[in-house]
Protein backbone atom coordinates (compact mmCIF):
# COMPACT_ATOMS: atom_id res chain seq x y z
CA UNK A 1 0.00 0.00 0.00
CA UNK A 2 0.82 3.77 -0.45
CA UNK A 3 0.23 7.17 1.37
CA UNK A 4 -0.68 9.48 -1.22
CA UNK A 5 0.68 13.02 0.00
CA UNK A 6 -0.92 16.18 -1.77
CA UNK A 7 2.55 17.90 -1.29
CA UNK A 8 3.58 18.61 -4.42
CA UNK A 9 7.60 17.99 -3.23
CA UNK A 10 6.58 14.50 -1.19
CA UNK A 11 6.90 10.82 -2.52
CA UNK A 12 4.49 8.28 -1.79
CA UNK A 13 5.28 6.61 1.20
CA UNK A 14 5.95 2.24 0.79
CA UNK A 15 6.61 -0.31 3.10
CA UNK A 16 9.60 -0.92 1.25
CA UNK A 17 10.78 2.55 2.82
CA UNK A 18 10.12 1.35 5.92
CA UNK A 19 12.97 -1.23 5.78
CA UNK A 20 11.62 -3.95 8.24
CA UNK A 21 10.59 -7.25 7.97
CA UNK A 22 6.75 -8.12 8.35
CA UNK A 23 5.88 -11.93 8.54
CA UNK A 24 2.96 -12.98 7.27
CA UNK A 25 1.23 -16.02 7.78
CA UNK A 26 -1.20 -17.96 6.29
CA UNK A 27 -4.10 -20.16 7.94
CA UNK A 28 -7.47 -22.15 6.68
CA UNK A 29 -10.14 -20.07 6.97
CA UNK A 30 -12.81 -21.40 10.38
CA UNK A 31 -14.74 -19.47 12.36
CA UNK A 32 -12.27 -18.73 14.83
CA UNK A 33 -10.29 -17.01 12.52
CA UNK A 34 -13.35 -15.34 11.10
CA UNK A 35 -14.39 -14.05 14.73
CA UNK A 36 -10.53 -12.85 15.13
CA UNK A 37 -10.79 -10.87 11.74
CA UNK A 38 -14.30 -9.12 12.80
CA UNK A 39 -13.27 -8.25 15.81
CA UNK A 40 -10.12 -6.42 14.37
CA UNK A 41 -11.96 -5.08 11.94
CA UNK A 42 -14.49 -3.79 14.43
CA UNK A 43 -11.46 -2.02 16.45
CA UNK A 44 -10.08 -0.39 12.97
CA UNK A 45 -13.45 1.00 11.93
CA UNK A 46 -13.65 2.68 15.63
CA UNK A 47 -10.51 4.22 15.12
CA UNK A 48 -9.10 2.42 18.11
CA UNK A 49 -5.76 0.42 17.20
CA UNK A 50 -4.84 -2.31 19.73
CA UNK A 51 -2.33 -0.93 22.30
CA UNK A 52 -1.66 -1.94 25.50
CA UNK A 53 -4.01 0.56 26.60
CA UNK A 54 -7.13 -0.92 24.75
CA UNK A 55 -6.07 -4.38 24.22
CA UNK A 56 -6.00 -6.65 21.32
CA UNK A 57 -4.27 -9.85 20.51
CA UNK A 58 -1.22 -11.52 20.50
CA UNK A 59 0.85 -13.57 18.03
CA UNK A 60 3.37 -16.17 19.13
CA UNK A 61 4.79 -19.17 16.88
CA UNK A 62 6.53 -21.39 19.07
CA UNK A 63 9.07 -23.11 16.18
CA UNK A 64 12.51 -21.83 15.91
CA UNK A 65 13.61 -19.74 12.90
CA UNK A 66 14.05 -21.08 9.70
CA UNK A 67 17.52 -22.13 8.66
CA UNK A 68 18.77 -21.64 4.71
CA UNK A 69 19.69 -24.86 3.13
CA UNK A 70 23.16 -25.04 1.98
CA UNK A 71 22.22 -27.93 -0.42
CA UNK A 72 18.71 -28.42 -0.83
CA UNK A 73 18.06 -32.27 -2.31
CA UNK A 74 15.49 -33.05 -5.22
CA UNK A 75 14.65 -36.93 -5.70
CA UNK A 76 13.41 -37.92 -9.27
CA UNK A 77 11.47 -41.36 -9.56
CA UNK A 78 12.51 -43.77 -12.46
CA UNK A 79 9.96 -46.70 -13.99
CA UNK A 80 11.14 -48.82 -16.20
CA UNK A 81 9.08 -51.60 -18.74
CA UNK A 82 10.92 -53.28 -21.06
CA UNK A 83 9.48 -53.94 -24.48
CA UNK A 84 9.72 -57.72 -26.48
CA UNK A 85 12.65 -58.15 -29.15
CA UNK A 86 11.38 -60.01 -31.82
CA UNK A 87 13.29 -63.70 -32.41
CA UNK A 88 16.67 -62.97 -33.95
CA UNK A 89 16.07 -59.01 -33.41
CA UNK A 90 19.47 -57.75 -32.13
CA UNK A 91 18.99 -54.00 -32.09
CA UNK A 92 18.00 -52.09 -29.14
CA UNK A 93 14.57 -51.66 -28.74
CA UNK A 94 13.54 -47.73 -29.33
CA UNK A 95 11.99 -45.79 -26.07
CA UNK A 96 8.55 -43.65 -25.11
CA UNK A 97 8.95 -41.76 -22.25
CA UNK A 98 5.65 -39.97 -20.29
CA UNK A 99 6.84 -37.95 -17.79
CA UNK A 100 5.83 -35.56 -14.96
CA UNK A 101 6.92 -33.05 -12.76
CA UNK A 102 5.59 -33.84 -9.15
CA UNK A 103 6.33 -30.41 -7.05
CA UNK A 104 4.58 -27.29 -5.95
CA UNK A 105 5.20 -23.55 -5.13
CA UNK A 106 3.26 -21.11 -3.51
CA UNK A 107 3.34 -18.37 -1.45
CA UNK A 108 3.25 -20.97 2.15
CA UNK A 109 4.99 -23.69 0.52
CA UNK A 110 3.10 -26.47 3.07
CA UNK A 111 -0.42 -25.39 1.84
CA UNK A 112 0.28 -25.49 -1.57
CA UNK A 113 -1.18 -28.63 -2.77
CA UNK A 114 -0.52 -28.36 -6.75
CA UNK A 115 -3.90 -30.02 -7.60
CA UNK A 116 -3.96 -29.31 -11.20
CA UNK A 117 -0.62 -28.48 -11.51
CA UNK A 118 0.84 -30.84 -11.18
CA UNK A 119 -1.57 -33.53 -9.23
CA UNK A 120 -3.41 -34.39 -12.49
CA UNK A 121 -0.05 -34.84 -14.50
CA UNK A 122 0.97 -37.14 -11.86
CA UNK A 123 -1.94 -39.36 -11.61
CA UNK A 124 -2.37 -39.53 -15.35
CA UNK A 125 1.38 -41.30 -15.10
CA UNK A 126 0.53 -43.32 -12.31
CA UNK A 127 -2.26 -44.74 -13.86
CA UNK A 128 -0.62 -45.38 -17.37
CA UNK A 129 2.03 -46.86 -15.97
CA UNK A 130 -0.64 -49.08 -14.00
CA UNK A 131 -2.37 -50.16 -17.27
CA UNK A 132 0.65 -50.68 -19.09
CA UNK A 133 2.28 -52.96 -16.61
CA UNK A 134 -0.71 -55.21 -16.79
CA UNK A 135 0.14 -55.78 -20.59
CA UNK A 136 3.70 -55.65 -20.57
CA UNK A 137 3.35 -58.72 -17.98
CA UNK A 138 2.59 -60.84 -20.64
CA UNK A 139 4.47 -61.90 -23.66
CA UNK A 140 1.51 -61.95 -26.13
CA UNK A 141 0.76 -58.11 -25.42
CA UNK A 142 4.05 -56.48 -24.89
CA UNK A 143 4.76 -53.92 -27.02
CA UNK A 144 7.82 -53.09 -29.35
CA UNK A 145 8.62 -50.13 -27.19
CA UNK A 146 10.56 -49.82 -24.31
CA UNK A 147 8.31 -47.23 -21.84
CA UNK A 148 10.18 -45.10 -19.65
CA UNK A 149 7.86 -43.21 -16.99
CA UNK A 150 10.09 -40.49 -14.95
CA UNK A 151 8.31 -38.42 -11.98
CA UNK A 152 10.38 -35.83 -11.70
CA UNK A 153 11.56 -33.09 -8.29
CA UNK A 154 12.41 -28.86 -9.38
CA UNK A 155 9.48 -28.28 -11.79
CA UNK A 156 8.87 -25.04 -11.01
CA UNK A 157 12.41 -23.84 -10.95
CA UNK A 158 14.09 -24.48 -14.38
CA UNK A 159 12.68 -27.91 -14.44
CA UNK A 160 16.16 -28.60 -12.35
CA UNK A 161 15.40 -32.26 -11.51
CA UNK A 162 14.32 -33.18 -15.49
CA UNK A 163 18.32 -31.65 -16.46
CA UNK A 164 19.41 -33.96 -14.23
CA UNK A 165 17.56 -37.06 -14.89
CA UNK A 166 18.20 -36.57 -18.31
CA UNK A 167 22.30 -35.66 -17.27
CA UNK A 168 22.18 -39.19 -15.42
CA UNK A 169 21.12 -40.92 -18.93
CA UNK A 170 23.92 -43.46 -20.56
CA UNK A 171 24.12 -42.28 -24.01
CA UNK A 172 22.58 -45.13 -25.37
CA UNK A 173 19.61 -44.65 -23.33
CA UNK A 174 19.53 -40.97 -24.43
CA UNK A 175 20.13 -42.11 -28.05
CA UNK A 176 16.81 -45.09 -28.07
CA UNK A 177 14.23 -42.24 -26.80
CA UNK A 178 11.69 -41.72 -30.05
CA UNK A 179 10.38 -38.91 -28.09
CA UNK A 180 8.83 -38.09 -24.76
CA UNK A 181 5.76 -36.97 -23.76
CA UNK A 182 5.36 -34.55 -20.44
CA UNK A 183 1.96 -34.24 -19.27
CA UNK A 184 1.50 -30.69 -17.16
CA UNK A 185 -1.76 -29.23 -15.87
CA UNK A 186 -4.39 -31.45 -17.69
CA UNK A 187 -7.25 -31.63 -15.03
CA UNK A 188 -9.49 -28.58 -15.92
CA UNK A 189 -9.96 -28.91 -19.67
CA UNK A 190 -13.53 -29.10 -21.59
CA UNK A 191 -12.72 -29.55 -25.05
CA UNK A 192 -9.08 -28.45 -26.19
CA UNK A 193 -5.64 -29.95 -25.22
CA UNK A 194 -2.45 -28.17 -26.31
CA UNK A 195 0.80 -29.64 -27.66
CA UNK A 196 3.73 -27.58 -26.62
CA UNK A 197 7.16 -28.50 -29.03
CA UNK A 198 10.41 -27.00 -29.69
CA UNK A 199 11.13 -28.95 -32.73
CA UNK A 200 9.12 -27.48 -36.28
CA UNK A 201 5.77 -29.60 -36.36
CA UNK A 202 7.01 -30.94 -39.99
CA UNK A 203 9.41 -33.33 -37.14
CA UNK A 204 8.75 -36.81 -37.84
CA UNK A 205 8.34 -37.64 -34.45
CA UNK A 206 6.28 -34.47 -33.55
CA UNK A 207 4.05 -34.94 -36.26
CA UNK A 208 3.22 -38.83 -35.56
CA UNK A 209 2.60 -37.66 -31.66
CA UNK A 210 0.00 -35.30 -33.06
CA UNK A 211 -1.85 -37.40 -35.14
CA UNK A 212 -1.79 -40.35 -33.11
CA UNK A 213 -3.23 -38.14 -29.95
CA UNK A 214 -5.44 -36.36 -32.54
CA UNK A 215 -7.21 -39.22 -33.89
CA UNK A 216 -7.69 -40.75 -30.14
CA UNK A 217 -9.14 -37.05 -29.56
CA UNK A 218 -11.40 -37.21 -32.55
CA UNK A 219 -13.29 -40.03 -30.86
CA UNK A 220 -13.60 -38.26 -27.75
CA UNK A 221 -14.89 -35.13 -29.22
CA UNK A 222 -12.22 -32.96 -28.62
CA UNK A 223 -9.69 -31.45 -30.49
CA UNK A 224 -5.45 -31.42 -30.00
CA UNK A 225 -4.01 -27.73 -31.05
CA UNK A 226 -0.51 -27.72 -31.38
CA UNK A 227 2.06 -24.52 -30.19
CA UNK A 228 5.53 -24.10 -31.76
CA UNK A 229 8.16 -22.10 -29.57
CA UNK A 230 12.06 -21.91 -30.53
CA UNK A 231 14.19 -22.44 -27.28
CA UNK A 232 17.51 -20.10 -26.81
CA UNK A 233 20.02 -22.42 -25.40
CA UNK A 234 22.03 -19.50 -23.70
CA UNK A 235 18.82 -18.41 -21.75
CA UNK A 236 18.59 -20.21 -18.56
CA UNK A 237 14.74 -19.56 -17.88
CA UNK A 238 13.06 -22.68 -18.82
CA UNK A 239 9.65 -22.48 -19.49
CA UNK A 240 8.28 -25.77 -20.14
CA UNK A 241 9.49 -29.71 -19.09
CA UNK A 242 9.81 -30.44 -22.82
CA UNK A 243 12.43 -27.33 -23.26
CA UNK A 244 14.69 -29.63 -21.01
CA UNK A 245 14.83 -32.67 -23.42
CA UNK A 246 15.24 -30.14 -26.36
CA UNK A 247 18.64 -28.67 -24.98
CA UNK A 248 19.55 -31.87 -25.53
CA UNK A 249 18.74 -32.68 -28.90
CA UNK A 250 15.57 -34.99 -27.55
CA UNK A 251 12.47 -34.85 -29.45
CA UNK A 252 9.54 -34.38 -26.79
CA UNK A 253 6.30 -32.62 -26.57
CA UNK A 254 4.69 -30.95 -23.46
CA UNK A 255 0.56 -31.59 -23.31
CA UNK A 256 -1.06 -29.53 -21.31
CA UNK A 257 -4.23 -27.15 -21.04
CA UNK A 258 -2.81 -24.07 -20.87
CA UNK A 259 -2.58 -22.53 -24.51
CA UNK A 260 0.47 -20.43 -23.81
CA UNK A 261 3.67 -21.88 -21.16
CA UNK A 262 3.14 -20.04 -17.45
CA UNK A 263 5.61 -17.18 -16.82
CA UNK A 264 8.34 -18.21 -14.15
CA UNK A 265 6.68 -19.50 -10.85
CA UNK A 266 3.32 -18.96 -12.13
CA UNK A 267 0.59 -22.47 -12.31
CA UNK A 268 3.29 -24.38 -10.14
CA UNK A 269 0.39 -25.20 -8.21
CA UNK A 270 -0.38 -22.55 -5.42
CA UNK A 271 -2.79 -21.98 -2.86
CA UNK A 272 -5.43 -21.94 -4.90
CA UNK A 273 -4.95 -24.85 -6.74
CA UNK A 274 -6.90 -27.25 -4.40
CA UNK A 275 -8.69 -30.49 -4.95
CA UNK A 276 -12.09 -28.81 -6.05
CA UNK A 277 -9.90 -26.92 -9.33
CA UNK A 278 -9.73 -30.42 -10.64
CA UNK A 279 -11.95 -32.09 -12.76
CA UNK A 280 -12.08 -36.24 -12.24
CA UNK A 281 -13.63 -36.25 -16.28
CA UNK A 282 -10.60 -34.28 -16.93
CA UNK A 283 -7.86 -36.31 -15.32
CA UNK A 284 -9.98 -39.60 -16.85
CA UNK A 285 -10.45 -38.05 -20.91
CA UNK A 286 -6.40 -37.74 -20.45
CA UNK A 287 -5.45 -40.96 -19.20
CA UNK A 288 -7.47 -42.68 -21.71
CA UNK A 289 -6.26 -40.26 -24.28
CA UNK A 290 -2.29 -40.84 -23.70
CA UNK A 291 -3.39 -44.36 -23.07
CA UNK A 292 -5.08 -45.48 -26.51
CA UNK A 293 -2.30 -43.57 -28.34
CA UNK A 294 0.39 -45.21 -26.64
CA UNK A 295 -1.03 -48.37 -27.38
CA UNK A 296 -1.21 -47.64 -31.47
CA UNK A 297 2.39 -47.29 -31.39
CA UNK A 298 3.61 -49.90 -29.18
CA UNK A 299 1.63 -53.23 -31.20
CA UNK A 300 5.82 -57.49 -15.73
CA UNK A 301 8.56 -56.74 -14.73
CA UNK A 302 8.05 -52.83 -13.72
CA UNK A 303 11.35 -51.58 -12.36
CA UNK A 304 11.42 -48.51 -10.43
CA UNK A 305 14.69 -46.13 -9.56
CA UNK A 306 14.98 -43.40 -7.19
CA UNK A 307 17.61 -40.38 -7.85
CA UNK A 308 18.89 -37.76 -5.09
CA UNK A 309 20.52 -35.08 -6.98
CA UNK A 310 21.09 -30.92 -5.31
CA UNK A 311 19.35 -28.42 -6.72
CA UNK A 312 21.12 -25.43 -8.95
CA UNK A 313 20.08 -22.15 -9.70
CA UNK A 314 19.06 -18.66 -8.05
CA UNK A 315 16.29 -20.05 -5.30
CA UNK A 316 16.93 -20.16 -1.66
CA UNK A 317 15.17 -22.59 0.30
CA UNK A 318 14.51 -23.47 4.41
CA UNK A 319 14.61 -26.32 5.90
CA UNK A 320 11.07 -25.67 7.68
CA UNK A 321 8.13 -24.65 5.97
CA UNK A 322 5.05 -25.31 8.23
CA UNK A 323 4.39 -23.91 11.90
CA UNK A 324 2.11 -23.35 14.71
CA UNK A 325 0.71 -20.12 15.01
CA UNK A 326 -0.68 -19.17 18.66
CA UNK A 327 -3.40 -15.92 18.90
CA UNK A 328 -3.84 -14.95 22.54
CA UNK A 329 -6.64 -12.22 23.71
CA UNK A 330 -4.69 -9.57 25.24
CA UNK A 331 -6.23 -7.74 28.25
CA UNK A 332 -6.15 -3.96 28.34
CA UNK A 333 -3.72 -1.95 31.13
CA UNK A 334 -7.25 -0.60 32.48
CA UNK A 335 -8.65 -4.21 33.29
CA UNK A 336 -5.39 -4.75 35.04
CA UNK A 337 -5.71 -1.73 36.97
CA UNK A 338 -9.29 -2.78 38.26
CA UNK A 339 -8.53 -6.39 38.75
CA UNK A 340 -5.40 -4.79 40.94
CA UNK A 341 -7.51 -2.58 42.33
CA UNK A 342 -10.08 -5.37 43.36
CA UNK A 343 -7.79 -7.90 44.43
CA UNK A 344 -6.30 -5.28 47.17
CA UNK A 345 -9.17 -4.14 48.29
CA UNK A 346 -10.56 -7.97 49.07
CA UNK A 347 -7.13 -8.51 50.59
CA UNK A 348 -7.08 -5.51 53.46
CA UNK A 349 -11.01 -6.46 54.28
CA UNK A 350 -10.00 -10.05 54.30
CA UNK A 351 -6.81 -8.68 56.88
CA UNK A 352 -9.00 -6.37 58.98
CA UNK A 353 -11.75 -9.56 59.71
CA UNK A 354 -8.76 -11.84 60.49
CA UNK A 355 -7.40 -9.27 63.27
CA UNK A 356 -11.02 -8.09 64.64
CA UNK A 357 -12.26 -11.87 65.22
CA UNK A 358 -9.10 -12.62 66.92
CA UNK A 359 -7.75 -9.58 68.64
CA UNK A 360 -9.99 -7.14 68.54
CA UNK A 361 -11.05 -3.56 66.58
CA UNK A 362 -8.68 -1.84 69.17
CA UNK A 363 -6.04 -3.70 67.97
CA UNK A 364 -6.64 -2.96 64.38
CA UNK A 365 -7.22 0.42 65.10
CA UNK A 366 -3.79 0.76 67.06
CA UNK A 367 -2.06 -0.77 63.88
CA UNK A 368 -2.75 2.65 61.97
CA UNK A 369 -2.43 4.75 65.33
CA UNK A 370 1.20 6.85 65.27
CA UNK A 371 2.70 6.00 68.19
CA UNK A 372 3.76 8.76 70.70
CA UNK A 373 7.03 10.45 70.26
CA UNK A 374 9.79 10.01 72.71
CA UNK A 375 11.89 12.66 73.97
CA UNK A 376 15.88 12.12 74.42
CA UNK A 377 17.49 13.70 76.83
CA UNK A 378 20.53 15.13 75.60
CA UNK A 379 23.19 14.51 78.55
Not at 25 to 51: C, H, M, W
Not at 164 to 188: H, M, P, T, V
Amino acid sequence: MATESTAPNRRATTIEDLHEDYPVYFAFEDDKINALLADVRRSDATGQPATSTTGGYKLVVASPEPKKLSSPTITNIQGWLPGLKGDGDTNQLPTIAVVAPYDTFGAAPALSVGSDSNGSGVVALLEIARLFSHLYSNPKTRGRYNLLFGLTSGGPYNYNGTLKWLRSFDQRLRESIDYAICLNSIGSWNNELWIHVSKPPENAYIKQVHESLSDVAKEQGVTIGIKHKKINISDPRVASEHEQFSRLRITAVTLSELSAAPELLESAGGLYDTRDSVDEAAVYRSIRLIAESLAELSDHTFEVHLQHETIDGMFSFYDSTRATLYVYQVASVAFDLLLLLVLGSYLILLFSFLVITTRGLDDLINMFRRPPSRKVKAS
